[in-house]
């Protein structure tokens, strides 16, 4: 199905070495965040980025790491808790219609999970009210196969009609 969510089952897939060589999260987040920014990773799993985003933002920073199963959630919490990054990681239930986000955030990240929103439109809405006015938005999908570049551009274009700005990259 084209809107099925990773399963919690296969959530150590999302976060191992591999990838975090193939997909180094510094590297990909650096450029976006300061000290002191408010980050919202929405679908953020096992919370691969969510914890990099953390170190990012720093100790006056907060992340809001969100994901519609509560099963992506827990493994997150076990793997920051008793750390210094447990206060600075807010851990949020999402619903299959609503993001359950209304703090304003500097900086959101979709990463690989777009495709499987199932009303594009009603996300992209939801997006921009939290987003602050300077506020920047990384949207990254999977390409060829899994989402075909004629599709992302529909994304794209979906997300700038309600209100996100696109920037090349």
């Not at 990099?52 to 076990?78: R, S």
């Not at 004629?150 to 794209?156: A, D, L, N, R």
Request: proline letters at 5%.
């Amino acid at each position: 199905e084209r809107n099925r969510v990773c399963p919690v089952e296969l959530a150590n897939s999302l976060d191992n070495k591999v990838r975090r060589w193939i997909q180094n999260p510094q590297k990909i987040l650096a450029p976006y965040l300061k000290e002191g920014m408010t980050a919202l990773d929405i679908g953020c799993g096992p919370g691969f980025f969510s914890i990099e985003l953390a170190k990012l933002v720093g100790e006056a920073g907060k992340v809001i790491a969100a994901d519609l199963q509560q099963g992506m959630l827990q493994k997150l919490q076990d793997k920051i808790k008793g750390s210094t990054l447990e206060g600075r990681i807010k851990l949020v239930k999402c619903e299959k219609d609503t993001i359950n986000v209304s703090e304003a955030v500097d900086f959101i990240l979709t990463f690989y999970m777009v495709h499987e929103v199932p009303d594009k439109n009603i996300f992209f809405k939801q997006l921009y009210g939290v987003l602050k006015d300077q506020g920047q938005y990384l949207l990254v999908e999977p390409k060829r196969f899994h989402v075909p570049q004629k599709e992302f551009h529909s994304t794209v274009a979906l997300a700038e009609s309600n209100g996100l700005e696109s920037f090349p990259g």
